[in-house]
């Protein structure tokens, strides 16, 4: 059974950067295209952007300008990196990746910026 399993949230001061890792299991597991989305409380989940195999991303308007994804296919994680962190920002954040032609999703990792 594939997992993709999120980490590094936790408590961030605003202005802050936070850089979040999403890792599949185990580490050998064929994952193509993959994808950020957060969700906050009382609110649908949103999409961030998505990343394929050769590196090519695409951002949401929302935050274009202050995340970056990149992946590294050898560790088969990709990354979030979050720059001016800002209370809204505010969520769990959720990784999913082609598995197989089906997506899997992480469990999500849990982000609060304080202002």
């Known amino acids: 059974q594939v997992q993709l399993v999120e980490s590094g949230g936790g408590l961030v001061q605003a202005g802050e950067s936070l850089r979040l890792s999403c890792s599949a299991s185990?580490?050998?597991?064929?994952?193509?295209?993959m994808a950020w989305h957060r969700q906050a409380p009382g609110k649908s989940r949103e999409y961030i952007g998505s990343?394929?195999?050769?590196?090519?991303?695409n951002y949401d308007d929302s935050v274009k300008g202050r995340v970056t994804i990149s992946r590294d296919n050898a560790k088969n994680t990709m990354y979030l990196q979050i720059h001016s962190l800002r209370p809204e920002d505010s969520a769990v954040y959720y990784c999913?990746?082609?598995?197989?032609?089906?997506?899997?999703w992480g469990q999500g990792t849990q982000v609060i910026v304080s202002s």
């Open positions: 185990p580490p050998s597991a064929n994952i193509g295209s």
């Open positions: 999913r990746g082609l598995h197989h032609n089906r997506w899997v």
């Open positions: 990343i394929h195999t050769d590196a090519l991303t």
